[in-house]
């Protein structure tokens, strides 16, 4: 896949795609092996998602320039897990940070919840997203392990956001009108500077 010569081998983080970047709008392609490259681009991602300046709890390949099927997350935190936790997060949170290889969703609630998303490829801005609360989650782990399992709470809204990546969709997309109005103006100020840095070569 040549994936490694495209992002670097020195440094141990790598660059975030910023809003206008044309590959945060493709459709990313399934994985179809996990090669060592595979799992040290997972793990540039993880280091990634940690180390940004403001730290992440989910990265998309493609926000590291990278039109594959893989996600990393990480929504464990130090508090004991609510009674009321999914079954997900009940399993796969003490087991963070994960690495999902062609994750999907194959059921959601009809539930919904607001709640104020940010994304590191688009700095400094946020808004309220509506979502369902639980979805299904079906994926494989990097060691091949397969995974189906209802995933609520952060880990849930999180998995929403991070897969939408993989389809090309950002969270501003499903922000309501009025609220993206709010904001329109930067987001085409972020638009601009990506068709600067992109004519002048750089990506
Ligand atoms: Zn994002």
């Known amino acids: 896949m040549g994936l490694l010569s495209r992002l670097g081998r020195d440094s141990r983080l790598l660059r975030i795609a ?4 044309p590959v945060l709008r493709e459709k990313a392609a399934p994985i ?15 280091t990634t998602m940690y180390e940004n300046e403001t730290k992440g709890i989910g990265l998309a390949a493609p926000q590291v320039g990278v039109s594959l099927r893989l996600v990393v997350i990480d929504t464990s935190s130090d508090e004991p897990p609510s009674p009321n ?14 690495v999902l290889v062609n994750p999907e969703i194959t059921g959601v609630s009809a539930e919904t919840s607001v709640y104020h998303e940010a994304c590191l490829s688009i700095p400094e801005l946020s808004g309220d997203v509506v979502r369902p609360v639980v979805v299904r989650l079906k994926t494989q782990l990097l060691d091949g392990e397969a995974v189906e399992i209802e995933c609520g709470g952060l880990l849930g809204r999180c998995l929403q956001h991070e897969l939408d990546h993989l389809d090309g969709i950002m969270f501003v997309d499903r922000m309501d009108e009025e609220d993206r109005a709010e904001i329109a103006e930067d987001l085409r100020i972020l638009e601009r500077q990506a068709k600067k840095r992109l004519s002048k070569g750089r990506r």
Not at 32 to 46: D, G, I
Not at 85 to 98: C, I, K, N
């Open 18 to 21: 910023i809003y206008g970047e």
């Open 85 to 98: 936790a999914s079954p997900g997060e009940l399993l796969l949170e003490p087991r963070m940070p994960l």
């Open 32 to 46: 179809t092996e996990v090669t060592e490259e595979l799992r040290e681009l997972a793990e540039k991602m993880t």
